[in-house]
Every structure is written in structure tokens, then in C-alpha cells.
């Protein structure tokens, strides 16, 4: 599996919406080791403005009823997917099954079901698949992860976080949540991932609720706000509440018997991340991170992982198993009920070794796509 050369591998990006045009695409410039060939979108102004931007001409641009054609001419060895979460699935099985690794954003998919199509057909095309989760590779993160793993918190008890955001009308985030949309999707998964990589575990039970303000038309296909309780081995439990209608937060505590870590920011990409960690007999550690590009490490990660046919510890199975749980929450939310889990495990967990650092970069101007709450 492991690519004969050390020549860059060659990505498509495809979907170039907010997310591509800010983070990933200028990311490359910090991958040594992946080299930006092909775009793949909808709009004629999005592939001439940004392929000039990037240096791909127009040979390497392509509509997305061209991706076919993309995937057979032997441009590329890999592709970024970031189209709308309900499209992930269909865009990485075509990839695969033209022989390509897939690196795409999360959600991995809507559901389930889906998420294990993706492993079993990336699996039997020998091909590698990536949850692109970029704090797996973060600093403030990863030392709290170590740090817990190391028992520096002592018996770990309790996770608490909040990430929000005012989310205008008419974003994409706010579609239907059968289609992806919705804050567990985009924002609460962050908590869930944090919650799992911190405990090293999988919980075993989740209760939900979701509330909405009555008259606010943009949540009327999709939550403004989810509180869900995660019941993990050892008796431990965790918290967090995700919304699209609240002043921007984005934070958590981990709590253990001996100590606990303060994250605050604790998601973004576009701002600084710290931590702070309170042990015993008034110790205290601090850090803050000024921003940096936390895309570039995952295409530089994912790139070595092809070169050296070596799984991604953020592999499908990764993102499945985030997947199962937002579904579990949504469903307890509509029931009233606890719902009880039997998560697919990832083989590997995160831990410090995979902190990569690169300088970050101006937000570049968008072309027909804004932030969500622009």
C-alpha cells in the first residue's frame, strides 16, 4: 500500500466551500510531503479564482459531474473531501473504488450504516481512510490528553464543555438533520471526540434534549441546541451542550480526583488554544497557543501515513464511532429515553507523539462562501 516514491502525494480538493477556501487549501503550503493538483466544485468562479489562486490550472479543474473523469485520469493519489456531510459518503466510495485514499472532514457521515460502507469498501480497495480530525494533532489537546493518560489528574471523573455559535440564516449548517445538519454534527462532535480521547474509552450510554427558540425560523429543520449526558466505563461521565444560537463559546474541563485541565478556547482553528491544569497542592500549568494552521499537520500526517503504508490513528473507524453516538443522542432527544451503546472501536487512540505545529496564515478572501455566523 505504501507509495513507491517520495515524490508529494497528490490531492483533489473537493467542495470548495468555506471550510476548503480558508484552512485547507492554504494548508498545503505547510505540507511538504502533498502537493495541491486538482479542485473539484459546482461553481465556475470558485475553480477560476481559487485554481489561480493555488497555482491548478484549468486542465486540473473540475465540475462535480466531471469527478469521474478525475478519478480515472491518474491525476491524483488521494482526495480531501469537503463537500455537505450528506455527500461524504457517496464521494469517498467513488474514490475508493478508483483506487484513491480518502481524507475527509467529519462527520465522517450521516449515519451509521454509511460509515461502515466507507471502511469496508476503503478496506477492500486497499485504500486509506481519515476522519479529518485536526485537534488529534493539536498542542493544547494532545498535553491534556497525555497528561490525563499519565495520571496527572488522577482517577478521572467528570468532562464538561460548551461549543456555540450564532449561526445566520441560510447556512449550510442549518440544514436537516437526516442530512447532517444540526449542532451534534458540527459543533457537538468536537465534545464527543474530546470526551473519547480524553477518557480513552467509549461511553456506554447517552441521554439527550434539544431545545429551539419558538419563532426562529432558522432552526426549523435542526436544533438550536443539544445537552447530552455520555455514561463511560469506570463510572465516569461527561457533559456538553452545543448550539447554533448562543454567544460564541468553545471550552472544556476534565476533572479527576487529583486535579483538572481547563481548556478555553478549546475547538478552534482560527484563534489561539490554551489550557491550564490545577493538580494538587496548588500546582498550576499553563500554556497558550497563538494561532496556528491545524490543516497543514493533517495533510502532512495522512501524506507519511500513505508514504509509509501506515493506518491513520483518525481512521474510519474513528469517525464511525463519533457517528453512533450523534445518532444515539438524536434519537434520545426525540424519545425522552436513555439509549444504550455498543461502539465500533478505533485501534488506535491519540496521544502527544502527534503533535505537529506550522505557522498559520491571513484568512484569504472567500469567493461565493462566508463563515457561519458572517
Given at each position: 500500500m505504501a507509495k513507491s516514491t517520495d515524490t508529494p502525494i497528490r490531492y483533489a480538493v473537493v467542495g470548495l466551500g468555506h471550510i476548503a477556501q480558508v484552512a485547507v487549501l492554504?494548508?498545503?503550503e505547510n505540507a511538504h510531503n502533498a502537493e495541491l493538483t486538482a479542485l473539484v466544485s459546482g461553481d465556475d468562479a470558485k475553480l477560476a479564482t481559487l485554481g489561480e489562486r493555488h497555482g491548478v490550472g484549468t486542465k486540473h479543474q473540475f465540475h462535480y459531474e466531471d469527478y469521474d473523469e478525475l478519478l480515472d485520469d491518474d491525476l491524483v493519489d488521494a482526495v480531501y473531501i469537503a463537500v455537505p456531510n450528506h455527500l461524504h459518503?457517496?464521494?469517498?466510495?467513488?474514490?475508493?473504488?478508483?483506487?484513491l485514499h480518502v481524507l475527509c472532514e467529519k462527520p465522517l457521515a450521516v449515519t451509521s450504516q454509511e460509515c461502515r460502507e466507507m471502511v469496508e469498501i476503503c478496506e477492500a480497495n486497499d485504500v486509506y481512510l481519515m476522519t479529518a480530525y485536526r485537534l488529534h494533532f493539536e498542542a493544547a489537546n494532545m498535553t491534556a490528553v497525555q497528561a490525563a493518560r499519565d495520571g496527572e489528574f488522577g482517577d478521572l471523573r467528570f468532562f464538561q464543555a460548551s461549543f456555540s455559535q450564532d449561526v445566520?440564516?441560510?447556512n449550510v449548517r442549518l440544514m436537516p438533520v437526516e442530512d447532517g445538519g444540526g449542532t451534534v454534527y458540527d459543533m457537538g462532535i468536537y465534545c464527543i471526540n474530546a470526551a473519547r480521547y480524553l477518557f480513552g474509552d467509549e461511553p456506554l450510554e447517552v441521554m439527550a434534549m434539544t431545545e429551539s427558540r419558538q419563532g426562529d425560523e432558522r432552526f426549523s429543520d435542526c436544533d438550536e441546541m443539544t445537552t447530552a449526558i455520555l455514561r463511560f466505563p469506570h463510572n465516569r461521565l461527561a457533559t456538553f451542550t452545543s448550539s447554533f444560537g448562543a454567544y460564541a463559546t468553545s471550552t472544556y474541563r476534565l476533572v479527576g480526583t487529583r486535579g483538572e485541565a481547563l481548556l478555553d478556547p478549546a475547538f478552534g482553528y482560527a484563534t489561539n488554544l490554551a489550557y491550564q491544569f490545577h493538580l494538587d497542592k496548588g500546582q498550576m500549568h499553563a500554556e497558550t497557543f497563538e494561532k496556528r494552521d491545524q490543516f497543514g499537520p493533517q495533510l502532512l500526517y495522512f501524506s507519511d501515513c500513505i508514504l509509509q503504508g501506515r493506518r491513520p490513528e483518525t481512521d474510519g473507524y474513528e469517525g464511525w464511532a463519533d457517528v453512533q453516538i450523534i445518532e444515539a443522542i438524536y434519537e434520545s432527544a426525540?424519545?425522552?429515553q436513555p439509549v444504550a451503546l455498543d461502539i465500533v472501536e478505533p485501534p488506535q487512540r491519540p496521544d502527544a507523539a502527534q503533535i505537529i505545529t506550522r505557522p498559520g496564515f491571513a484568512k484569504p478572501d472567500e469567493i461565493g462562501a462566508s463563515s457561519p455566523s458572517d
Open positions: 492554504p494548508a498545503f459518503h457517496e464521494y469517498t466510495v467513488r474514490a475508493a473504488e478508483a483506487g445566520t440564516a441560510g426525540e424519545t425522552g
